[in-house]
């Protein structure tokens, strides 16, 4: 789950990481109160998970109270590829006279955390990293022994901070180290990190990636989920329980286990198709499962017709079956099907579909012609 | 031959009372597996179908003899569940639960790193299957017989897909394996081509990948340098958009790494044929094999 700006800084406040102070705002009232609480100048940002954001016109600082209003005006509502505006950020003004860059990062192919530095900040960190790798530095952290203090010292001195700002540099990396660990995050960034002109050091902007399957550990993470910002048909299979990614094309497709489904939207598009979604029904799915994929793989306008395609192993076929005739009884769908049943009770499926002989639904013995119907169907 | 699991399996499974457990379990005893115990905290004492239920893995190591760990417990408990079978001198440990927390695994991992004696096979896997031999898992065993293609793969239900495409040209396998969907595999490819390059048993091996991470161009460079025998790789997730996570929780393109065109690329640049679907590469195997048979 990623966060946006500002719940990552105020993650890192609970860490003890400097931030500027600030308040979120979700109406221009709210943004222009807040300004004034802050004072002025101040920096009004917008809150959406894209990058860019600046270039787009998404921040804007406000040197009194007649700017703060014209800049929230213009912000809230806007679109930022894609992304509209529902919040503001607004935070005080700095004085910036270095800007740094740092993060941790899950590094699953060192399977240990990946901790880096660098004096420049501010700008594209993979430009950086392509212009002048040495200009970064990295260091893997042991995860049983934890973050120390000569690891700091290390990477500050290894990137060449300026010399009287190491100790608190180091500190700010010790504390985001303890935030990664203890949120269980994915990734930390935090570009810029700023040097102020009274030398202050702070995270002048977060990035915050957290791992979904720890949020049970923690409830204040997982509420800060924003549903508007979802995709409707993202949501609605999430508060169902399926895996489903929406795509842009227009074939729905369902199917059991993540890689048959990924396997499934590439032999489409070889096929000449444009896969609408990915939805992994999961392992051992019963019928009312597949009645309610199939409601959401509909509920998307651009679905022209269906592809079912299942490998049944703890998934029987059967229960495949009668959830997809229960799916006709209950939507009845103007697309056609295309299914392709596999595995276990295989033909206790194909026979329970034989029987209950749903217009326009089209069985195929193997996942390629199964494809290339689908695709034919779809237009 | 065949690896990691066959005739010397003596396998203990942790959660054979919950629901699922109780299910796989007999599914794998049925097949021939030797089943000897199972652990559940606060029901040792009991059995399931005459399988022996103890408190601790320690207890069902010393009862029992057991050498191989399944685990079924839900992701919260199954970290803890893997480090005391690691700590109660289990050899191999095959976790098939998914949904484990990330730092979870990190710290499994790097403690397991420290024991050269043990082996961790998933999380978030189907396990391993050695036709005719034993099967720990989930696999569905009808599906395959014995054979000489080792097959390894990061999804279960793919692994069904092409293992099925294979039998249907006449090929079997030597052994299974599902190294999982999660970020932080206990094995990676590289550990299971080693296996399958010293199984004489084995003559053909299918790896089949996915999107994200790094670990299929890893595999590329350790084929290129250890692996003699012929190797046919697939990899799913083409039409991945980056950014979203494709159900299994390492299946994801992260900015411009972990692609499904430069794993394909790492692969075939280390002389490793790519089938573009399950099909192809069943058709890309049997000509290896015939190959191989003149």
Known sequence: MDLLEYQGKQLFARHAVPVPSGSPATTVEEAVAAADEIGYPCVIKAQVQIGGRGKAGGIKVAKDRPEAEDHAKAILGMDIRGHTVHEVWVEAASDIAAEYYASIVFDRSAKRPLVMLSTQGGMDIEEVAERDPAAIARLHVDPLLGFQDFHARRLAFEAGVDADVVRPVGALLTRLYDAFAAEEAMLLEVNPLIVTSEREVMALDAKVTLDDSSLFRHPENAALRKTEAEDPQERMARERGLTYVKLDGNVGILGNGAGLVMSTLDVVAQAGGRPANFLDAGGGSKAEAITQAVEVILSNENVSAVLFNIFGGITRCDEVARGLIEAFRQIEPDVPFVVRLDGTNDKEGRALLAEADLPNVHTEATMLDAARRVVELAG | ?294
């Open chain 2, 1 to 294: 031959m065949s690896i990691l699991v066959g005739t010397d399996t003596r396998l203990c499974v942790s959660g054979i009372t919950g629901r699922e457990g109780t299910f796989h379990t007999l599914n794998n005893r049925n097949y021939g597996t030797k089943v000897v115990s199972g652990v559940t905290p606060g029901k040792g004492g009991q059995d399931v179908e005459g399988i022996p239920v103890f408190n601790t893995f320690h207890d069902a190591v010393a009862e029992t003899g057991a050498n191989t760990a399944m685990i079924f417990v839900p992701p919260r408990f199954a970290a803890d569940s893997i480090l005391e079978a690691e700590d109660a001198g289990i050899a191999l440990v095959v976790a098939i639960t998914e949904g484990i927390p990330a730092h979870d695994e990190l710290r499994v991992y790097n403690h397991l790193a420290r024991n050269p004696d043990v082996r961790l096979v998933g999380p978030n896997c189907p396990g391993i299957l050695s036709p005719g031999k034993a099967n720990v898992g989930i696999i569905p065993a009808a599906f395959f017989s014995e054979g000489n293609v080792g097959v390894v793969s990061r999804s279960g239900t793919l692994t069904y897909q092409i293992g099925n495409e294979l039998a249907q040209r006449g090929f079997g396998n030597s052994t299974i394996v599902g190294i999982g969907g999660d970020p932080v595999p206990g094995s990676s490819f590289t550990d299971i081509l080693a296996l399958f390059q010293d199984d004489d048993e084995t003559e053909l091996i299918v790896m089949a990948g996915e999107i994200g991470g790094s670990a299929e161009e890893e595999a590329a460079e350790f084929i290129a340098g250890n692996v003699t025998k012929p190797v046919v790789a697939y990899i799913a997730g083409f039409t991945a958009p980056p950014g979203k996570t494709m159900g299994h929780a390492g299946a994801i393109v992260s900015g411009s790494a972990g692609t499904a065109a430069a794993k394909q690329e790492a692969l075939e640049a280390r002389g490793v044929r790519v089938g573009r679907t399950p099909t192809e590469v069943a058709e890309i195997a049997a000509e290896i094999a015939g190959s191989l048979a003149r």
